[in-house]
């Protein structure tokens, strides 16, 4: 199969983008419904260590990841298999719901969208391959952290720590394009580097800069990349993050104290660095 694949680039590619669209859809659902799922759960261990029974006030545990299946915010309706097929059925639907009419947020398509892209670029650039398959694997998860990280400030660690665990694993079974100990000293250095910066901002001015989600990211990047792209990562995240932010801030007239989540610039300094990484490792040294 792979093989007919190869020998018809434009079958694969159709193929990639169909794949891409689909896992889209089901990040859209992730990003929605596991932060909330989450903090469902962990208010449901402290009442538990504190020894608290749940009262009538307690809500309800937010649906799965996967079940129930997908409904209207609004009415609940569930939503139609023929009204959930990525980008089509919104467009169809001119971005709403077929039974109330409540407007369905523009993100969705744009998430199926980015990661339809994504994968194809990845593949168009590596062909079917294991550390392809690696890149994907990460750029899908790196999508899902940017979208919980803008929504909440939160990188859960059911998503890194897997991450950084497959990143050096890859690099053992020679996956990836460093050996096991340029993934340890790179996972140790990502962590590091911020770690550094956030202790370093708090003595400085008493405030916390940063969460430690954003530690274990640059962590699972360091794992993936070495510690020679880390550089690439951090500036790349930082110019994009202060450029991005402060039109962010302009834009709904915010202060400079409201805070911006960094795991998104962080989720593009990787990855460029993910496709670009030795055209830019050439710029510095």
Wanted: net charge neutral; aromatic share 10%; with cysteine.
């Amino acid at each position: 199969m792979i093989e007919i694949l190869q020998a018809q680039p434009w079958l694969l590619y159709a193929g990639v983008i169909a794949l891409g669209l689909i896992v889209g859809s089901f990040l859209n659902v992730v990003i929605w419904r596991y932060p909330r799922r989450l903090m469902h759960e962990w208010k449901s261990e402290c009442r538990l260590l504190l020894e608290q029974s749940d009262d009538e006030d307690s809500p309800d545990a937010p649906p799965g990841i996967v079940w129930p299946a997908s409904h209207c915010p609004k009415c609940q309706t569930p939503i139609k298999a023929w009204d959930n097929i990525p980008v089509i059925s919104y467009l169809l639907l001119r971005g709403r719901c077929r039974q109330c009419g409540a407007a369905i947020s523009w993100r969705y398509p744009i998430i199926e969208l980015i990661t339809a892209i994504i994968t194809l670029v990845i593949v168009m650039n590596f062909g079917l391959t294991p550390y392809a398959g690696l890149l994907v694997i990460v750029s899908w998860a790196l999508i899902a952290l940017t979208g919980i990280d803008l929504d909440h400030q939160l990188l859960p660690d059911q998503i890194t720590l897997p991450l950084l665990w497959l990143a050096l694993i890859a690099s053992v079974l020679e996956w990836s394009t460093v050996t096991p100990a340029q993934a340890i000293i790179g996972a140790a250095a990502g962590y590091l580097v911020l770690w550094l910066v956030f202790h370093a901002f708090r003595l400085l001015t008493g405030k916390h800069g940063m969460g430690h989600g954003d530690f274990k990211l640059l962590a699972v990047l360091g794992a993936l990349l070495g510690w020679e792209l880390l550089p690439a990562v951090i500036l790349i995240a930082s110019a994009s993050g202060a450029v991005i932010g402060i039109i962010w801030l302009m834009i709904r007239k915010q202060g400079r104290e409201t805070p911006i989540p960094f795991g998104p610039f962080l989720a593009i300094g990787g990855w460029a660095a993910l496709l670009w990484g030795d055209y830019l490792k050439s710029l510095y040294f």
